[in-house]
C-alpha cells in the first residue's frame, strides 16, 4: 500500500498546482503543455522497457478506452479547477468510491456488504458539507455540479477499466502513455480551435515563463500515475478507492494551505466524519 500513499501525496500536491497556475493561464494550454512533457516521459519509458508489437488491438482498444474517459474527467477537472474552490472537487472525488463499489457489488465476486457502513458515513459528510456550505463564499453553479458529476463518472469508469486492464498484465507504463498522448492530441486540437497555436511564435514567452513549473508538474503526476496504477495492480478499486479518500481530504488541507480559503468549524466536522467512514472503508475492505 506504500504505492497508493506515495500517489496520494503526490495527487494531492498535484491538485494545488494546477489551482496555482491555471489563476494565470488557460485550461487548453496548461493541459496541452503538461502532457507534451509527461508523453514524452512516459513513451521513452515504455520503448525503452517494452516492446510495443507485443500488445493486440484488444488491450490498445481498451486501454484507449479509459484513455478517452480519463481525458473527458481531466478537462471537466480542470474547467471548475479554473473558478471553483479545489473543496468541491474533492468532496465530488469521495463519492466516486460509491460509484465503484456499486460495480463491484453488481459485477464482481467481491464482498461489498462490509462497506456498506463505511459509504454511508461518508455519504452523510458530504451531504452535511453541502448543506453547511450552501450559502458560502464557496458555493458553485448548477453547471459547475454537473460537470464534477460528469468528471466522477469518467474518472470512476476510468478506473474499473485500468483496473481491468492491469488484471490482464497490460503493464502500467503503457496505460499512461496511452493517456498522455491522448491528452497531448485533444489538447493541442482544442488550442487550433482556439486559434491559439496559429501564431506560435506569440506563446513563446509564455512557454518560457512557466517551463520549469509545467515541468514540476509533468513530474509529479507521471509519478503519482505510475505509483497509482502499481498500487491498483496488487489491490482492487474498492481497496484503492478508500485509501484515495485520504487525496480529496490532503487537498482541501493544502487548498487551505496555499490559497487561504477558510475551513469553518462545519467544514472540519464533514472532514472528520468523512475521513471516518473512510478509515471504516479502508477496515472493511482490507
Known sequence: ??????????????????????????????????????????????????????????QISKTFTAAILGVIGLFTMLTVYKKASLQWAAIYNLLGISFTVLYVWLFKELDVKSSLMGISIITIGFIFYIYTNKNSSLKINLKQHLLLILMTLCFGTATILNWENLNQKIPAIFIIANQEVLVFICGTTLLFLQKKLRK??????????YFYRVLLMSIVILLGL??????????????????FLASPITTILFSAYFFKEKIKVT????????????????????
Open 200 to 209: 506560435p511564435l506569440q506563446l513563446v514567452p509564455t512557454l518560457q515563463k
Open 226 to 243: 505510475l505509483f497509482s496504477f502499481l498500487g491498483l495492480e496488487i489491490t482492487n478499486p474498492i481497496i484503492s478507492g478508500a485509501l
Open 1 to 58: 500500500m506504500i504505492y497508493l500513499i506515495i500517489a496520494i501525496i503526490l495527487f494531492s500536491f498535484n491538485n494545488v498546482l494546477w489551482k496555482k497556475n491555471l489563476a494565470t493561464i488557460s485550461v487548453g494550454l496548461l493541459m496541452t503543455y503538461r502532457s507534451f512533457f509527461t508523453s514524452i516521459l512516459a513513451v521513452s519509458f515504455l520503448f525503452y522497457f517494452h516492446d510495443v508489437t507485443e500488445f493486440s488491438f484488444t
Open 267 to 286: 467544514d472540519w466536522i464533514a472532514i472528520g466524519v468523512i475521513a471516518f467512514g473512510a478509515f471504516l472503508l479502508h477496515l472493511q475492505t482490507t
